[in-house]
């Protein structure tokens, strides 16, 4: 999703993302701050232009849904 509604970063600090990304993970490759993020395609294996910084990540509980991976909502800048 582009965009989103002002948030807090996991440091603290207000922003409004440039993208908002939903996926699953297993807790042992999630995502956390500052994990750089390519969105499209990309087999480079050095940061390609473009990419955008991780800046929130929120976990969502599987139980709830009786699902096995955790979901998570990525915020980027």
């Known amino acids: 999703m582009a965009g989103g509604q002002q ?5 603290g600090e207000e922003f409004i ?3 908002t990304l939903y ?3 297993s807790v042992a490759s999630a995502p956390k701050a ?3 993020v390519a ?4 087999t480079a294996t050095s940061p390609p232009s473009g990419y955008e910084t991780i800046r929130r990540v929120k976990r ?3 139980s709830t ?3 096995g991976l955790p979901d998570y909502e990525v915020a980027t800048t």
């Open 7 to 11: 948030s807090v970063s996991d440091s």
């Open 17 to 19: 993302p440039r993208t």
């Open 23 to 25: 996926l699953e993970s």
């Open 34 to 36: 500052g994990d750089l």
């Open 39 to 42: 969105i499209g395609t990309s």
């Open 60 to 62: 969502f509980d599987p």
């Open 65 to 67: 849904f009786n699902e």
